[in-house]
């Protein structure tokens, strides 16, 4: 009797979706991303500038593309996006089939990011956004907008024009609460247009591991050393316990009537960034229904190999919120931490971003 894949057990007797939270030419040309899709049941693909960064300046895979891109145009960001709405075409036709079989087309997406630069800057971000889901020109994309408060009319405006929208870098239980609002707004406004809402989809991307990495210093100094470990998951359980609560009710039952999907919550940054935590905790610790896990190559084959899949997301919610509290008695501000990782993560990206575009101009001008 063959054994049971532990990652697609999780979609299978848990309804929690697993996508990969990594793009190159080498994983879907060799076949590779294909058996993934079959046989772990990865559902979605995402990406990020990091991860564009490593593909294009680690290979030569995308050299002949870049000079033939760079025929027409120079600018080292027209031809990174060039190159990646390629790659992002040919993975979502990779995944129409999981789409398609979606009878609410809740999985089978793709997930491009608009610039990292444009973070706080609004209108830029929509109009990108706009672009990129023009260019695409696929139904199962998602174009990644991050949930800064200055994006926040972006996130809604996209809804309200058909876009679907994976929202990243939230670290904070304030801003996933107002990006869920954004998203029923959007979708309000659409059908306030009589405008369909029942081929949107849309996720809010919650990260995980770099909100321990911030706090388990912290509470040394706290004698809480007992609890390192525990501020991620305790703020996700949080998070989908008020998903539970934005997505019910009298306001949400109208929009559900039309056809809209609630916008489901993502753990996202779940690869362990601590040797001393078990490598698949991030994982093991939030499965539950109607959410997604995307998490990096290593991650999933980790899990694959010795993973747990058992439903835990539901259990604890109490002890969640006891948690949060005792930390904010501590004198550790949930919100300014939140805030904190907000700017880190913009940078992060952006530190990447701009490596990427360095290296597109160095193969444009050692090429000339």
């Known amino acids: ?11 299978t007797d848990f309804k929690q979706s697993i996508w990969l939270d990594f793009i190159d030419r080498q994983i879907m040309r060799s076949g590779r991303l294909q058996q993934m899709i079959n046989e772990d049941g990865i559902r979605e693909v995402t990406s990020n500038p990091a991860i564009f960064e490593q593909a294009i300046s680690s290979s030569a895979d995308y050299d002949a593309d870049i000079l033939e891109l760079a025929k027409t145009d120079v600018d080292p960001e027209c031809v990174f996006f060039g190159l990646a709405i390629s790659d992002i075409q040919q993975a979502a036709d990779m995944f129409a089939p999981v789409y398609n079989e979606e009878v609410s087309g809740a ?6 990011e608009v610039s990292p630069l444009l973070a706080l800057d609004e209108p830029a971000t929509i109009a990108q956004a706009r672009e990129l889901w023009q260019r695409v020109d696929r139904k199962n994309v998602m174009i990644k907008i991050p949930g800064t408060l200055p994006c926040l009319p972006a996130i809604r405006t996209a809804i309200t024009e058909g876009i679907n929208i994976n929202v990243t870098l939230l670290f904070g239980l304030e801003r996933y609460e107002a990006v869920a609002n954004a998203y029923i707004e959007g979708l309000e406004d659409r059908l306030a247009a009589r405008q369909p809402v029942n081929q949107i989809a849309s996720v809010a991307s919650f990260f995980l591991s770099r909100i321990d990495l911030l706090v388990d210093p912290l509470l040394d100094d706290k004698d809480l050393a007992e609890v390192k470990g525990e501020a991620a998951i305790a703020s996700a359980r949080v998070a989908y316990s008020l998903y539970k609560r934005l997505f019910s009710g009298e306001r949400w039952q109208k929009l559900a009537e039309a056809g809209a999907k609630p916008q489901r919550l993502l753990w996202a940054s779940t690869g362990n960034k601590n040797p001393a935590y078990r490598d698949t905790r991030y994982i093991e610790e939030l499965i ?11 991650t999933i084959e980790a899990f694959r190999d010795h993973g ?4 835990k997301l ?16 501590a004198g550790l501000n949930m919100r300014e931490i939140a805030d904190k990782l907000e700017k880190e993560g913009i940078e992060k990206f952006e530190a990447p971003y701009q490596k990427l575009l360095a290296a597109i101009q160095k193969k444009i001008q050692t090429n000339k």
């Open 1 to 11: 009797m063959q054994n049971t894949n532990k990652v697609k057990q999780i979609h």
């Open 107 to 112: 999985d089978g997406y793709v997930s491009l």
């Open 288 to 298: 539950g229904p109607d959410t997604v896990n995307t998490a990096p190559l290593s």
């Open 308 to 311: 747990v899949a058992i439903a």
């Open 314 to 329: 539901e259990s604890g919610t109490e002890q969640a919120l006891y948690m949060l509290e005792m930390l904010a008695d």
